[in-house]
């Protein structure tokens, strides 16, 4: 019903416009009698952009276009209408009066309906097009008219409905538009003003999918910006018109959870970050999200197994593509195949073209080197032309003496040698050659060789089953083989020159050792003495002679002691030397040599089986400074310290386990660590840092752990006899010299293979050396030079060790072939001391 009054009251108003009086436009007249409303113009999207002068003049050029423009017409028009407008008024008047006292809901009979209809088509004549339209409304559609009180009564009920239900107003709207009749500006005539207003009450165009407003973007229209731009302003874009879209409110995380518990829906919506709205997927958007998760075709209705569609038929037509006739030159023959005809005739007649070709024979033998020049590439030389490399066949040897006619006479064999030649195997892998040397007086005289076709054969096979290959070489510059070192410049301190020589020795100088002070220099010779010199000046301070060859000789690392082991024949000395320290180190080094005479109790089973006696020195050797004297039944070859001082280790000449020995000086106690040793030891060392030994074999370097009794590991050198061996400082790293002129180092942490292996000497290596303050360490020979290396040992464990040569030293002499034996480096500064098979000790600096 709320429709229905509505329509009517529209209805209604359309008519009461009619008895008021139209307004004439100042340049179109009103000559057909159309009414303008009188409601204020309504704001329109469409009319925005257009003011309303330009308006007028287009609408202006499309009267003109449709025959308006004459004035003459518009004044005939305007006296046509009037008479038309004072017939029309009494109609119009009593028409109102039947349309108001009617009820058009009551009215079943057929004169009500006929009388309706006469009467709208009596002011159909008079009426404009926009009143016309709404008159046609009211006729399509089933509404009710009341009395003039109710219509009024109706008026106000609709003004109220139309403020409170938005939803009855679109209704109408639909409705009417429905049953509107769209007009044109051609039934408006010259009055622009109606069809002004006409454009105003039309529906706007509902952007549908076959319109073109389906594929504008969306509301937004920032595009790929991203959205977080625009956290900070109040906006989050622009329309289409560029008319900011403001940011909608958001709720806090409390309020979305409500939101979403009330909402039966939020498992399918999705948020449009663009918009910032949430948007409901409809069951087909699920389903094509449903299909991609699952890998499937998005699209439900696509089938993947359609049959094949033949586009081309592979059936051959059978019916011709045209169906003209065939021409009257197909029946012709060809002058120019005549021609053609002719010619091979002529040839056959001449004998140029025979029936069949005679076969072609191969050659019998085959020369394998004439298109050797065209199995290889095209190079280019240096000038730029372009060649074939050529493939050489192997040259054949030249003739030598042996193969003349009248050759030397130290060339012609002996009786013997022809004997032997005679009983050999007629072989040529036994036989250095496959004829004797003879001499003949001319050349004349000389006879037919008999192997002269078997050699002739034997070079054929050589140049058939030679390889035609071409040798491909790099040009490789022999600098860029070099590995990329630094500069030594930029490696020091390191010793580079000679600074000092120490003479006195008469014999060679097996061993030298520099106290921790570094102030003295004690060296071990074959002339039986030991000498202590004043490393910095070069004077001798002090001499021992032990009647025998010395062959080691150490000080004791503890620098609270001043005392130094000295391997002499068959025995071990400890000896304080008196005069280079203050008489409190003095007295604490005596009273720990001597308190092992003072300890009675034996607490070792196995003292009685070794072949070890401490005993107390002479007193000629006690004034000396002898305190102690380890004896043993074989010479003693090495002597290593603890890095406390209060343990030695000593090697001696045997082979087993007896050979390696560990003496507690302070209790004056030895024990053997090892039952049995494989092969002879050459050298001993302790590490470090850790509770470890390592001995030193031929072949292999084994390191045991002291504290735990076992084996960790096996260094293997890969050399055929080893002379000495060196732990670094911070105990990780290791090298190893030996005879055949090698030097491994050895990462400890890596392999027990060789990290890298060098061989510089000429000659067999006798000592390597540690610096135990700078990043170097040394190699002496017995080809009389010393070799010194930067070896920088860094914490990163990824980053492998720096090893760079810096310095050959040479100085030594070199005497019965043999050169430098020993090494050392200063405890403190970075010289180098070595002495040699010469009887001299020189520093390094």
């Given at each position: ?705 002291l504290m735990q009794q076992m084996l960790i590991k096996t260094l293997q050198p890969g050399v055929k006899w080893i002379s000495s061996v060196d732990v670094h400082p911070q105990g990780d790293n290791v090298i190893v010299g030996s005879y055949d002129k090698k030097l491994s180092w050895f990462d400890l942490d890596l392999s027990v293979k060789p990290y890298k292996s060098i061989r510089y000497h000429k000659q067999a290596i006798r000592q390597v050396q540690f610096s135990r303050r700078f990043p170097l360490f040394a190699t002496v020979s017995d080809d009389g030079t010393i070799q010194v290396y930067h070896g920088m040992v860094y914490q990163d464990l990824n980053q492998n060790p720096l090893i760079v040569p810096l310095k050959i030293l040479r100085g030594h002499e070199i005497r019965n072939s043999l050169g430098v034996l020993d090494c050392v480096f200063h405890p403190i500064q970075p010289w180098l001391l070595s002495s040699g098979a010469d009887g001299t000790i020189r520093l390094w600096t």
């Amino acid at each position: 019903m709320a429709v229905k009054n509505k329509v009517a009251s529209k209805n209604k108003r359309s008519l009461a416009n009619r008895d008021e009086p139209a307004e004439k436009p100042d340049v179109f007249p009103t000559a057909q009698g159309i009414d303008v409303p009188s409601e204020p113009e309504q704001s329109s999207d469409e009319d925005d952009d257009v003011e309303e002068g330009d308006f007028d003049e287009i609408l202006k050029e499309m009267a003109e276009d449709q025959g308006f423009s004459s004035a003459d017409e518009e004044i005939e028009n305007e006296n046509e209408l009037d008479d038309d407008d004072s017939e029309g008024e009494d109609d119009n008047d009593g028409n109102d009066s039947e349309i108001h006292s009617s009820d058009i809901e009551g009215a079943s009979s057929e004169e009500g309906e006929e009388a309706d209809s006469e009467d709208i088509e009596s002011d159909n004549d008079d009426i404009s097009p926009l009143e016309r339209t709404n008159s046609r409304l009211t006729d399509g559609q089933e509404t009710a008219v009341d009395s003039d009180d109710a219509s009024e009564a109706e008026a106000k009920d609709e003004d109220e409905e139309d403020e409170e239900e938005g939803e009855d107003e679109d209704e109408a709207s639909k409705l009417a538009n429905e049953g509107m009749e769209k007009l044109t500006i051609r039934d408006f005539g010259s009055d622009l003003s109606g069809w002004k207003e006409y454009r105003k009450t039309l529906p706007q165009i509902d952007a549908g999918y076959a319109s073109d407003s389906s594929t504008e973007e969306p509301a937004n229209t920032i595009g790929s910006v991203p959205i977080e731009w625009y956290e900070d302003y109040s906006h989050i874009g622009y329309d289409l018109d560029g008319k900011r879209i403001m940011r909608p409110a958001t709720a806090d995380e409390l309020d979305k959870f409500l939101d979403n518990m009330d909402n039966p829906d939020v498992f399918r919506t999705a948020r449009d970050e663009i918009n910032q709205k949430d948007v409901k997927l409809s069951e087909e958007e699920i389903d094509i999200i449903r299909r991609i998760h699952g890998g499937d075709i998005p699209d439900a209705n696509y089938n993947p197994y359609e049959d094949t569609v033949e586009w081309f038929t592979s059936q051959t037509m059978v019916t011709p593509l045209s169906g003209a006739m065939p021409s009257k030159r197909g029946f012709i023959p060809s002058k120019w195949e005549h021609k053609r005809i002719m010619k091979i005739v002529r040839a056959i007649r001449q004998g140029r073209i025979t029936r069949s070709k005679p076969k072609s024979t191969k050659p019998k033998y085959y020369d394998v080197w004439e298109k050797a020049e065209q199995l290889g590439e095209k190079i280019k030389t240096l000038e730029g032309s372009a060649r074939r490399p050529r493939l050489p066949a192997p040259r054949a040897a030249l003739p030598a003496h042996e193969e003349s006619y009248h050759p030397p006479p130290e060339y012609l064999p002996t009786e013997k040698e022809k004997e032997q030649w005679e009983n050999q195997i007629q072989d040529s892998n036994y036989r250095k050659r496959s004829f004797l040397p003879q001499d003949f007086g001319s050349l004349r005289a000389v006879p037919g060789y008999d192997r002269f076709i078997q050699e002739r054969f034997q070079r054929c096979l050589d140049l058939y089953l030679a390889p035609r290959m071409m040798k491909k070489t790099t040009n490789l510059n022999a600098e860029e083989l070099i590995p990329r070192l630094p500069d030594p410049r930029d490696l020091r301190p390191f010793p580079s020159a000679e600074a000092l020589m120490y003479v006195g020795h008469t014999g060679r100088v097996r061993s030298i050792s520099v106290d921790p002070t570094g102030l003295w220099l004690l060296s071990g010779s074959d002339d039986g003495t030991v000498r202590m010199w004043e490393l910095v000046t070069g004077r001798c301070s002090g001499m021992w002679d032990l009647k025998e060859v010395v062959y080691m000789v150490s000080w004791n690392p503890n620098p609270d002691m001043c005392m130094f082991a000295a391997a002499v024949g068959g025995r071990v000395v400890l000896v304080t030397p008196t005069g280079i320290c203050d008489d409190q180190k003095q007295l604490v080094s005596e009273e720990f040599v001597r308190a092992g005479f003072t300890n009675t109790g034996n607490d070792d089973e196995d003292d009685g089986s070794l072949p070890v006696s401490w005993d107390m020195p002479t007193s000629a050797e006690q004034a000396s400074g002898i305190r102690v004297s380890v004896a043993m039944h074989k010479t003693v070859k090495s002597v290593a310290w603890h890095r406390r001082g209060d343990y030695m280790a000593s090697l001696t000449a045997e082979e087993g386990g007896s050979s390696v020995l560990i003496h507690q000086v302070g209790k004056h106690k030895s024990q053997r660590p090892f039952r049995k040793l494989k092969g002879a030891v050459q050298a001993i060392k302790f590490h470090p840092t850790r509770p470890w030994f390592l001995v030193t074999t031929q072949r292999y370097v084994r390191i045991y752990n002291l504290m735990q009794q076992m084996l960790i590991k096996t260094l293997q050198p890969g050399v055929k006899w080893i002379s000495s061996v060196d732990v670094h400082p911070q105990g990780d790293n290791v090298i190893v010299g030996s005879y055949d002129k090698k030097l491994s180092w050895f990462d400890l942490d890596l392999s027990v293979k060789p990290y890298k292996s060098i061989r510089y000497h000429k000659q067999a290596i006798r000592q390597v050396q540690f610096s135990r303050r700078f990043p170097l360490f040394a190699t002496v020979s017995d080809d009389g030079t010393i070799q010194v290396y930067h070896g920088m040992v860094y914490q990163d464990l990824n980053q492998n060790p720096l090893i760079v040569p810096l310095k050959i030293l040479r100085g030594h002499e070199i005497r019965n072939s043999l050169g430098v034996l020993d090494c050392v480096f200063h405890p403190i500064q970075p010289w180098l001391l070595s002495s040699g098979a010469d009887g001299t000790i020189r520093l390094w600096t």
